[in-house]
């Protein structure tokens, strides 16, 4: 069974960085793809990037496209979320989740053109980043 476990959230400052990081195991497919969604209060779950093991193609939505970047670390099975120039609306529990396949257009499509919750089965418990004015 897959599992995703969130780290490296906290306090951040208006217009600095954090970094978030997802460790999966247990993949069951030859390709996924792991994205991150936030949700703040009062707001509806938010999808924000995704990268697939093959290619490894960063993909990210328009609300942070140009401050947020995800990448991945193969050989740890690891997948981080740079957020640079911080906004208190950045505030939010974030979230990775994964979308498994045998065939790569299927998550190629999900992690790079629809980015549903629903789409993904597994997720991560959460972590809390809250930014200060």
């Known amino acids: 069974q897959l599992r995703l476990v969130e780290s490296g959230g906290g306090l951040g400052q208006a217009g600095g960085s954090l970094t978030l990081s997802c460790s999966a195991s247990?993949?069951?497919?030859?390709?996924?793809?792991i994205a991150w969604f936030r949700q703040g209060p009062g707001k509806e779950r938010e999808g924000i990037g995704c990268?697939?093991?093959?290619?490894?193609?960063?993909h990210m939505g328009d609300s942070v496209k140009g401050r947020f970047f995800v990448s991945i670390d193969h050989a740890k099975d690891t997948v981080h979320l740079q957020m640079g120039s911080l906004k208190p609306e950045d505030t939010a529990a974030y979230y990775c989740?994964?979308?498994?396949?045998?065939?790569?257009?299927?998550?190629?499509?999900?992690?790079?053109?629809?980015?549903?919750?629903?789409?993904?089965?597994?997720w991560g418990q959460g972590i809390q980043v809250t930014v200060s004015p």
């Open positions: 989740a994964a979308v498994q396949s045998r065939q790569h257009f299927v998550v190629e499509r999900i992690c790079a053109l629809t980015l549903r919750p629903a789409d993904f089965r597994d």
């Open positions: 247990g993949f069951t497919s030859d390709y996924y793809g």
């Open positions: 990268i697939t093991n093959t290619p490894a193609t960063p």
